[in-house]
């Protein structure tokens, strides 16, 4: 069967599986269920068909298509345990808004998925007002989506999202969210796989810590107004704890100064970066004044871009391909058996790769 008919079939099991369907109901006609999934006729009387030679329905000539009075709640599960399911993925098609990390765990998503059965469809973010997402989460509904994975982008369409909860909670299935630590989690009914700058920034401090580094600087050219910014300076001054005489982190929120700074100093200066992009700015503005790393000062990036990895920053890697994993098994209720209206909320830490810009040991 084409994937229009397949499409309605899969509706029609699936409201039966949830019970919004009993034996004896009525069904929707073809023609009806052609409309509602804006196809051929010939496609929604196809599909009544395919359920009836599979005992499913049973037509009645001059009264319509009902659920059949002899189909068990056992043998529905069974089918839909051995059908294809549907998972559709909501982030950006444009690469100007594409986060890098996204790609990669994409990728491991839908490999995981694959093996259980599920096809993961890529949805772009619908317009975020009243009308046009309740007709995107019912386009769902209609279509049988099996759970919606939200992705984050740089435009902030997941954070849009997440506040017009009273039609986010219209849809049927569950719905998982991809945080990246950019924005506060509202209090839902939502499975949620986290990063943590604030963990990420706490692992730093603590090495540098161990290392006896004592004159730090925090390098963020958009200050700390962004959240997952502020996180990781606050992660890296309670990373430094512990000591009666703490290294201070001195803020820098400007490229030219704080290479003007490393320039002058006298003493060996580390410099952590809230982004690789801040990380890649100063290591070319300080290379044009013969200023070398490691040699001259130290540095430390978050993010693991691998746009810029001809740099060979050491860094703070988020495990995008640990997210891909999890999500997937989460999805697929594999090692996560959990019951009807529990959630799965996880935060996962960042691993630390040491390249040429920092060493752990001088």
Request: proline share 4%; charged share 25%.
């Amino acid at each position: 069967m084409n994937k229009q008919i397949k499409d309605i079939h899969d509706y029609i099991v699936n409201l039966i599986a949830s019970k919004k369907l009993c034996p004896g109901d009525r069904v929707p006609s073809g023609e009806e269920l052609a409309a509602a999934f804006q196809t051929g006729r010939m496609n929604g009387h196809r599909a009544v068909k395919e359920l009836e030679n599979e005992g499913i329905v049973k037509r009645s000539r001059g009264l319509g298509t009902f659920v059949s009075k002899e189909v068990s709640p056992a043998a529905i599960q069974q089918f839909l345990n051995s059908s294809e399911k549907y998972i559709h993925l909501l982030y950006s098609f444009r690469d100007d808004l594409i986060i890098h990390w996204n790609d990669r765990t994409i990728s491991i998503l839908e490999s995981e998925l694959s093996r259980k059965g599920f096809t993961v469809i890529h949805k772009e973010y619908p317009d975020i007002d009243t009308e046009s997402m309740s007709e995107f989460i019912q386009s769902l509904n209609i279509a049988g989506s099996s759970g919606l994975i939200l992705f984050p982008e740089y435009a902030g369409k997941l954070d849009e999202m997440l506040s017009h909860l009273e039609i986010l909670m219209l849809y049927k299935s569950d719905i998982y969210v991809y945080n990246t630590g950019h924005l506060i989690m509202p209090e839902m009914p939502l499975n949620c796989i986290a990063l943590s700058p604030y963990n990420d920034g706490f692992m730093v401090g603590r090495i540098l810590k161990r290392g006896s580094r004592r004159n730090i600087y925090f390098l963020s050219s958009r200050s700390l107004e962004p959240k997952w910014a502020l996180d990781r300076y606050h992660g890296i001054v309670l990373g430094l704890s512990g000591e009666k005489e703490r290294p201070g982190v001195k803020l820098s929120s400007k490229i030219a100064e704080m290479a003007d700074v490393i320039r002058k100093s006298r003493e060996r200066i580390c410099v952590v970066t809230a982004s690789d992009r801040d990380a890649v700015a100063l290591l070319d503005m300080t290379a044009k004044e013969g200023v070398k790393c490691p040699e001259n000062f130290e540095l430390i990036s978050f993010d693991n871009n691998p746009n810029f990895r001809a740099y060979n920053i050491t860094t703070a890697a988020p495990p995008v391909e640990k997210v891909g994993t999890i999500l997937g098994k989460m999805i697929s209720g594999n090692h996560f058996q959990i019951d009807d209206g529990d959630t799965i909320k996880m935060t996962l830490r960042s691993g630390f790769i040491e390249r040429q810009t920092f060493r752990t040991k001088y």
